[in-house]
């Protein structure tokens, strides 16, 4: 069963850039479809981006398209969020998972399996 571990958040102000990464380990993510989701206190966990396997898809929420790029390392069983132009909108606790082989959705947390324990990212005004 593979466990994902994210890294990467911390603070930093509106305008500003972070890269996310998220390391998978106890079996190889290669073959899977991985997504990048948010939460904040209270609401539902957000979708932000996902990626295929062979990084040919990729999908963005509305608020972060242009400023936001998924991409992966297959080798390395890594796959990062670089975030550029951050807005305090932003801040959230960031999670990476793996979207379950039977999913039809790629945009909803249920679709989703094998959360990680998340890094929390700060953008102040």
């Known amino acids: 069963q593979v466990q994902l571990s994210e890294s990467g958040g911390g603070l930093v102000q509106t305008g500003g850039s972070l890269r996310l990464s998220c390391r998978a380990s106890?079996?190889?993510?290669?073959?899977?479809?991985m997504g990048w989701f948010r939460q904040t206190p209270g609401k539902e966990r957000e979708f932000v981006a996902g990626?295929?396997?062979?990084?040919?898809?990729?999908y963005y929420a509305d608020s972060v398209k242009g400023r936001f790029t998924i991409s992966r390392d297959n080798p390395g069983n890594l796959v990062f969020l670089q975030m550029d132009n951050l807005k305090p909108e932003d801040t959230a606790v960031y999670y990476c998972?793996?979207?379950?082989?039977?999913?039809?959705?790629?945009?909803?947390?249920?679709?989703?399996?094998?959360w990680g324990q998340g890094t929390q990212v700060t953008v102040s005004s």
């Open positions: 990626i295929s396997w062979n990084s040919e898809v990729t």
């Open positions: 106890g079996r190889a993510i290669t073959i899977d479809f």
């Open positions: 998972a793996r979207r379950k082989d039977s999913a039809f959705s790629s945009s909803h947390y249920s679709a989703y399996e094998a």
